[in-house]
């Protein structure tokens, strides 16, 4: 659970007391699970086993829905209200279950998410955080807002019904040999809108879809688009062959690709 922590000080000039609200999280598991682990938000019960939610907002926390959802598990996913949020700023966390991967070589996250916005000056933002040493600190490994994070197009009307979903691949490889490793999913709420997360899947070996080519047939003179299949990395350097335009890129891309003689 998460505490509060409080000093009082006492100095020539009277006392004082200093209060830092829910600063300090005590991890209540103990036991790691082993990979490979998928939540699809079957289960009535939420969050689920060994899971964990942290808040810092009101009125608004990840909750289970019973009607949203992305197959294989379609009609189930978890999701949070930004919107009911009355304090702009304030984060709510998702805690997965400890993972042990001491003999896991390289593995990876992969999760389906749906998210849109009310206004098109502000959304919210989604970070996934790893901690390495049981939740004593959190690294950054993913993180999304504004047009990064949306999947439809600004809307004031419900948010309801999700017709477009993403997925999102985070290679978590620089965890392994760890015996307790925990995944944060954190919403920062604008209090704007709603976001679905489903199919929270984390397995091991190599991730078959770094780059992702679409279409992968193509004419001469037609264009074709290459994006890294995870979308984690810091620096890119991307080489396409002479006989393309543009030949090289740098960044994540997509980078739009033409092929001639």
């Known amino acids: 659970g998460r505490f509060d922590v409080m000093v009082t000080v006492t100095g020539a000039f009277g006392t004082q007391t200093f209060t830092l609200d829910k600063y ?41 829905s019973s009607d949203q959802g992305l197959a294989p598990s379609s009609g189930n996913s978890a999701m949070i209200n930004a919107g009911n949020n009355t304090l702009f700023g304030a984060f709510e966390d998702l805690n997965l279950a400890l993972m042990d ?10 999760f389906d998410m749906a998210y849109r916005a009310k206004l098109t000056t502000r959304t919210e933002r989604l970070e996934v955080m790893v901690s390495s040493g049981c939740g004593l600190f959190f690294e950054i490994v993913y993180a999304k807002h504004h047009g990064d994070l949306a999947t439809e197009n600004p809307s004031t009307l419900n948010y309801i019904n999700p ?91 997509p980078h739009q690709v033409v092929y001639a003689n």
């Not at 679905?196 to 984390?202: A, E, G, I, P, R």
């Open 101 to 110: 991967l001491t003999n896991v070589g390289e593995n990876w996250l992969e």
């Open 163 to 253: 017709s477009i979903w993403r997925k999102e691949k985070i290679d978590l490889s620089q965890y392994s040999g760890n015996a307790n490793v925990r995944v944060r999913f954190r919403v920062y709420s604008e209090r704007q809108g709603i976001l679905y997360l489903d199919n929270v899947n984390w397995k091991e070996g190599p991730n078959e879809n770094r780059i992702e080519v679409n279409p992968q047939t193509i004419c001469l003179d037609r264009i074709i688009t290459f994006v890294d299949g995870i979308g984690n990395g810091i620096n890119y350097q991307w080489n396409f062959g002479s006989n393309a335009t543009p030949s090289t890129a740098s960044g994540e891309g």
């Open 24 to 64: 300090l999280f005590v991890d209540e598991v103990t036991t790691a699970a082993n990979l490979p682990f998928l939540e699809g938000f079957v289960e009535e019960v939420f969050p689920p086993l060994n899971w964990t939610i942290t808040s810092e907002g009101q009125n608004y926390a990840w909750q289970r």
